[in-house]
Each structure stands twice: as C-alpha cells, then as structure tokens.
C-alpha cells in the first residue's frame, strides 16, 4: 500500500513540475510575444519582467529582425533605468541596423538615466562598449561627471577613458583630481595615460613627480609627457631621448614631442638619435623631425652627409613630410647619394612632398640608371597627379629618338619616354591629353601605349587608324588594343 502512495506521490510531483516548465515556457512565449509586439503598455509591462532575467538578450533573439526592432521603441517608452538597460543588451545583437536603432534608443533615453548608461562601459561585450562611448560623447560633457565616476571602476575604465579623452581638455581637472586622491597604482598610471592623451598642457606640473617610478612605469609619464610636449618639459624628454635605459616605446614618443616643440636644442638632439642603436627611436627621430617642418631643414642638410646610410635614408623620410622648396632641393641632392637605396627613397619623398619644384627632377629621374629609381619616379609623378601632364608631355617629344644613330642612346630615349608614358597613363586628368597627343607623329606609339593601358574608349578610331601603319610593331600593337576594347 506504502509503494502505491509513493508512486502517486512521485507521479504528482514530475506532473507538478512538468505543468510548471509548461507554464513557465507559456509565460514567457507570452512575454516575449508582448515585448515584440504593437501594444506599447503590454510591451513596456513585458520588458520590465523580462530585463530581469539574465536570458532577457536569447529570448528576445528568438524573434526575426523586425520584431527585435520593434523593442526599441518599447525601450525609449520607458525612458527609465529598464529601457536602457533593454537597449543596452540590444547593442548585442548580430544585425547591424538593430544597433544603429538601439543607439538611437540610448541617445534619446540615456541622458535621463546616465547611471544606467554608464553601465555598458563596463560591459563584457565590444559592440555595448562602443556603443555606449559613442552615446555618451554624442551627450556631451553632461556625461562627465559619470564618466569620471566609471573611470575609477577597472572594469569600466578602458571604456570610460575613451569617453574622457573625447571630451578632451573638459576631463583634465577631473582627472588631475583622480591622479592626486588615488591609491591604487594602476589607477594612477591609467589617469597619467588619459592625460597623456588628451595632451593639455595643465598636467605637466602634475605628472612631473611621478618621474621618480621605476623605469617599467615611468614609461608611462614619459610617454604622456611626450604625447603633451609642453615646452617646460623639454630638459627631461632631451635626456630621455638621449638615455639607452628608458623604455624605446617611451624613448620614440618623447621624440615624437620633441619634434613638435621644435628648438634648437630638441632638433639638435633629434639629429644626434637618427643613429640611434634602437631602430624603433631612430625612425622615430624621423619623425619627429618631419613633424619640426621648416625649422629641421638644417639639421636634415646635415644629416643627408652623414656616413651612415640609415641617418640619410631617415633625413630623407623627414624630408618627404615638409612640403618646402628647400625639402626639393635637398631630395634632389639626395639623388645623387652614392647608395641606390637613398637614391630611390628621395625619388619616392619628391611624389610625397608633391610640390611643382619636383617635376623637373623626377622627369630627369625617368633617365636614371638604376631601374629602381625610375619606377619611383614613374610613381611620384603619376603621384603628383594633373599638374605634372605639360611636363610629362613635354618629356615624350624630347625622349622620343629622331634618329637612330646612336643605338644606345635610341634605346635610353625609348625606355625613358615609355615611362613618361607609364606615369600618363596612371594620372586619371590625363586622358584627354593623350588622345590628342597620339595624333602628333612623333609621340602617337607612347601616347597610344598609354591609352591602350587605360582601356580608354575614346581611342578606339586612334588604334583602328593605327592599323594602316607601315609600322608591323605598332599594327600589331593596335590589334591587341581593339582586341581588349572589343565588347
């Protein structure tokens, strides 16, 4: 009888218990329904009990993109902690347009409810991280106390710096704040780094004590200060830079600073690490002296004299960044360095500086004996775009030979006038130039070339013209070209 009453109890139970999950699933199908749904207070009921629960996201997943979309106006209906709490967990979702309309929630609603915004900068996912930065910069500075708040939260902070450093010099004194109060070292070097970023000049004094760290974290004010590059600072980045011991990274942007404070002294000593042993710091040093401009023109003179081939191919990187008439001069004089990797370097810094001085000088190039050379200055002056055609126009009436008695000089004038050609053929203005080029005798097979390259349409009756040409190289040329422009 006692087994009888066991089993009916048992039984009862799995009942129980298999009526309850049944029930349950029929309670959220429910939910989830009215969370979809048309009816905005059923939908506003059905997200408050279902952001409670930690399935929330799945749940609602199950539904097809335009019922997801549909939660977004249910969120901003609340325009609560629980609204941005259900658009937060939407900037989750796989399908880029229910993002971009749970942004839109969030900027309308989250304003109100910063608290709860802010709780996606500590979110485990990248899309409600960013998300949430992006909200809080659109806000605005109402943002900044929140973020400051979430900025001493480490979970939060990666976020929250990204937010702080948008806001730029607004965030400095809430950050200086932080820096003096803390206690927890990381805390400090991550308000170091944010300031460092955000570069105003307010930090320097209060950065400067923290100098006295071991080198691993004294990297981090360094790079900060560098990152700053107040002139009042300038005595400890020239020893940093000059100093094997600091950290490279740290070493690299104190040259970077450096060069944007630009005296004598910084330059000077910019100069000096274009040989440093640490290559990271040398190119560095590049850079920093590009970024000085005019003011490093001197010191880069210098420097192209050096007896090392790294200083002058790093004088050369600096050169292609200051778009000065002396930068051309100097590159031209590079040109003529003994090792052809110079040589191309400063063919390749003339396309960059872009400057009409140039032309001239990389249409000599197009003569070069290193072949590596002339394609540089094919790429520099297709580089340099329309106002380099006249020039270039002008290089394939005067390379193109006229007569045929020197053999090795026909043969220079050729391959330099199919590298004009080349050069015309890359500059997109130059189309109309070339079709009429290709009816003047002398330079109709270079400019026919470079249109042939072009698969240009227009001169399609040039090539069937080229047809008739006593010439069997050049009928044979413009077969392949109507063969390509066949349809």
């Not at 609204?83 to 942004?103: C, I, N, S, T």
């Not at 400051?148 to 480490?154: G, R, V």
């Amino acid at each position: 009888m006692s087994q009888w009453i066991v089993r009916i109890l048992f039984g009862t139970a799995v009942a129980f218990i298999i009526g309850s999950a049944i029930w349950n699933n029929i309670v959220t199908n429910r939910l989830i329904e009215e969370a979809t749904g048309r009816d905005l207070e059923a939908q506003k009921r059905a997200l408050t009990l279902l952001s409670e629960r930690e399935d929330f996201f799945d749940l609602i997943q199950s539904r097809r993109p335009p019922r997801r979309l549909r939660v977004a106006v249910g969120a901003e209906s609340l325009r609560n902690a629980v609204g941005v709490k259900v658009a937060l967990a939407m900037l989750r979702d796989p399908e880029p347009r229910v993002r971009d309309r749970f942004l839109q929630a969030l900027l309308k609603i989250g304003g109100d409810n910063l608290d709860a915004l802010a709780e996606g900068l500590k979110h485990p996912d990248a899309n409600v991280k960013n998300g949430t930065v992006k909200v809080m910069v659109q806000l605005g500075v109402r943002c900044l106390p929140i973020a400051l708040k979430a900025f001493e939260n480490a979970d939060a902070r990666p976020a929250a710096t990204e937010v702080l450093v948008q806001f730029g010099s607004a965030s400095v004194l809430g950050l200086i704040e932080i820096l003096e109060r803390a206690t927890d070292e990381g805390l400090k070097l991550d308000a170091i780094t944010a300031l460092g970023r955000i570069g105003d000049r307010r930090a320097t004094n209060v950065l400067l004590p923290y100098l006295t760290l071991p080198t691993e974290k004294k990297r981090v004010v360094l790079v900060a200060l560098g990152t700053i590059a107040d002139p009042r600072a300038e005595p400890i980045l020239i020893q940093a830079l000059r100093s094997p011991a600091e950290d490279p990274d740290a070493r690299a942007q104190v040259a970077l600073g450096l060069g944007q404070i630009g005296t004598p002294s910084a330059i000077r000593t910019l100069l000096n690490a274009l040989g440093d042993a640490d290559l990271q710091v040398a190119d560095a040093a590049a850079q920093g002296l590009q970024k000085a401009g005019a003011r490093a023109l001197d010191a880069l003179a210098q420097a192209l004299n050096d007896p090392r081939v790294g200083v002058r191919l790093r004088a050369v990187t600096a050169l292609s960044g200051i778009a000065e008439a002396r930068s051309v001069a100097l590159l031209r004089r590079a040109l003529l360095d003994a090792d052809a990797r110079v040589q191309r370097a400063a063919t390749d810094a003339l396309g960059v500086v872009g400057r009409p001085e140039a032309i001239p000088v990389l249409i000599e190039s197009l003569h070069a004996a290193d072949g590596g050379v002339v394609l540089s200055a094919v790429r520099s002056l297709s580089r340099i775009g329309a106002p380099a055609i006249p020039a270039l126009l002008n290089a394939l009436r005067e390379f193109s030979p006229a007569d045929s008695s020197d053999p090795m000089n026909m043969a220079n004038r050729v391959a330099a006038a199919y590298f004009a050609a080349l050069a015309l053929r890359q500059i997109p203005e130059a189309e109309p130039a070339l079709l009429r080029a290709a009816q003047e005798p002398r330079i109709r097979r270079f400019a026919l070339i470079a249109l042939k390259e072009r698969r240009t349409p227009a001169a399609r009756p040039l090539f069937e013209q080229a047809l008739q040409s006593p010439d069997p190289a050049l009928r044979q040329f413009a077969r392949e070209a109507l063969m390509q422009l066949a349809p």
